[in-house]
């Protein structure tokens, strides 16, 4: 039931939950994607281009990772990757996914606004579960334990990572802490670094100086999606 939209569904789902795999894949597709790649996400599957999605279009994701997987692996009633999940079945299971979506009679429709929130507050569930690895309940993290989220994607070894956070101690005059809002506000904005480097280009295309208040609104405006005007 999508009134039950929530940035806390999964983690309310608890061990209750089902997903299949296919449905798994496609929200660690675009679980890292800007606002601007939710609709192109809801137009692949929105066969009729109504602007909403049946449970039949939705389940245009089987067929789709399903033909990238066939030439890969050979197809078994029950073969499981790496980490034990499960690919595929013959068995017709309503998940927890399609439920939310379509309801328990299936016959419910997706409407792109709709589509737009959940992502969103998949998203913040995710920041949410990766801040309070480090929060432990309270309203903030240091500015080492952010320094560490951040360095947990590199590739650093153990000597110039220690070298790293060595310096950030040095050069903190004092610590102030980082909310969930900041660092939602940081990661949101990586998730559209590629959309800013598209306007920093524009700009440069057009030999044009940019000051840092154009700068602060430019990055505003790849945030909101064009909401801010420069």
């Given at each position: 039931?999508m009134?039950?939209?929530?940035?806390s569904l999964?983690r309310?789902?608890?061990n209750?939950?089902?997903?299949?795999?296919?449905?798994?894949?496609?929200l660690?597709?675009i679980?890292?994607?800007?606002?601007?790649?939710?609709?192109?996400?809801?137009?692949?599957?929105?066969?009729?281009?109504?602007?909403?999605?049946?449970?039949?279009?939705f389940?245009?994701?089987e067929?789709?990772?399903?033909?990238?997987?066939k030439?890969?692996?050979?197809?078994?009633e029950f073969a499981?990757?790496?980490?034990g999940?499960q690919?595929?079945?013959?068995?017709e299971i309503?998940?927890s996914?399609?439920?939310?979506?379509?309801?328990?009679?299936?016959n419910?429709?997706?409407?792109f606004?709709?589509?737009?929130?959940?992502?969103?507050?998949?998203?913040?569930?995710?920041l949410?579960?990766?801040?309070?690895e480090?929060?432990k309940?309270?309203?903030?993290?240091?500015e080492l334990?952010?320094?560490?989220?951040?360095l947990?994607?590199?590739?650093?070894?153990?000597?110039?990572y220690?070298n790293?956070?060595?310096r950030?101690?040095?050069?903190?005059?004092e610590?102030?802490?980082?909310?969930?809002?900041?660092f939602k506000?940081?990661?949101?904005?990586?998730?559209?670094?590629?959309?800013?480097?598209?306007?920093?280009?524009?700009?440069?295309?057009?030999?044009?100086?940019?000051?840092q208040v154009?700068?602060i609104?430019?990055?505003?405006?790849?945030?909101?999606?064009?909401?801010?005007?420069?």
């Amino acid at each position: 039931d999508m009134s039950q939209n929530c940035s806390s569904l999964f983690r309310g789902l608890g061990n209750k939950g089902l997903i299949s795999y296919t449905e798994y894949l496609f929200l660690l597709t675009i679980l890292i994607k800007p606002s601007s790649g939710f609709k192109i996400a809801f137009s692949m599957l929105d066969q009729d281009g109504n602007e909403r999605i049946d449970k039949e279009e939705f389940k245009v994701l089987e067929a789709i990772f399903s033909a990238a997987a066939k030439d890969r692996k050979e197809n078994s009633e029950f073969a499981e990757d790496d980490f034990g999940l499960q690919k595929e079945h013959n068995v017709e299971i309503d998940t927890s996914l399609l439920i939310h979506f379509f309801g328990k009679s299936g016959n419910e429709e997706l409407k792109f606004s709709e589509f737009c929130n959940f992502m969103e507050n998949l998203q913040t569930e995710v920041l949410h579960m990766e801040f309070g690895e480090f929060s432990k309940g309270a309203p903030a993290i240091s500015e080492l334990d952010f320094a560490r989220i951040l360095l947990r994607y590199t590739l650093l070894n153990s000597e110039d990572y220690d070298n790293i956070l060595e310096r950030l101690c040095e050069r903190l005059p004092e610590e102030k802490g980082i909310t969930f809002e900041e660092f939602k506000n940081f990661c949101m904005f990586l998730n559209n670094l590629d959309d800013f480097q598209i306007a920093m280009k524009m700009y440069t295309l057009a030999d044009k100086p940019i000051s840092q208040v154009k700068l602060i609104f430019a990055s505003f405006d790849v945030l909101f999606q064009g909401k801010e005007s420069l």
